[in-house]
């Protein structure tokens, strides 16, 4: 199996070690290097050449906005991922335009932080649960994947049998439901098995 290899990026030893640990049980995640600080984050990134950057945006000598940019002028292909407390659309969006790939808070479920993870790693863009990203579209355009995992929710299929149905992982469909509905800024799971229903009713 590829691993996703990741370098954790937190000038807190305690949370590196917690996410360390919460992140190595999960299969297809490696997390390679861990830094404290600017200078050890690009040494990092240098020697171990992670796929995905789980990046904090309060460190003590500089922002881990600036520091993305600066791994990003490195490693042009680096995927970054923030993790942070500060939950303003501002921070959002100044940490998206550095060029992180996400955004997503600490207190965020470990399920959350994986899927966020996973769908960085895959090319994606991930703003989690709550969180607005500043100058985003009212709606943005679900791809033809997303509709397939619509049609499956129409037809009352849970996780695991549009996970069989469609050749895919059951937490690749549940990234897909998150992203659905948070493009649709749909609350919760009902919303979106809602509107996956009235989708069908409007189109059949």
Not at 82 to 109: C, F, H, I, N, Q
Not at 168 to 192: C, D, P, W
């Amino acid at each position: 199996m590829t691993r996703v290899r990741i370098l954790l990026v937190d000038d807190h030893p305690l949370v590196r070690e917690g996410l360390r640990a919460r992140l190595g049980v999960v299969p297809g995640l490696q997390v390679v290097g861990e830094a404290g600080d600017a200078v050890s984050a690009l040494e990092a990134v240098e020697r171990e050449r992670p796929d995905l950057v789980l990046m904090d945006v309060g460190m003590k000598q500089t922002s881990g906005i600036a520091l993305t940019a600066q791994l990003l002028g490195l490693q042009p292909g680096l995927r970054v991922l923030m993790l942070s407390m500060y939950d303003s659309p501002e921070t959002v969006g100044r940490a998206m335009a550095a060029g992180a790939s996400g955004y997503v808070l600490k207190e965020a479920p470990a399920e959350e932080i994986v899927q966020a993870i996973e769908s960085v790693a895959a090319g994606g863009r991930f703003i989690g649960s709550g969180l607005v990203e500043p100058g985003a579209p009212e709606h943005t355009p679900l791809s033809p994947r997303e509709g397939e995992i619509l049609d499956c929710l129409a037809d009352g299929l849970p996780s695991k049998q549009i996970a069989t149905r469609l050749g895919m992982s059951v937490r690749t469909v549940e990234t897909h439901r998150h992203n659905i509905r948070r493009k649709l800024r749909l609350a919760g799971q009902a919303e979106l098995i809602r509107y996956a229903v009235e989708r069908r009713r409007g189109t059949g």
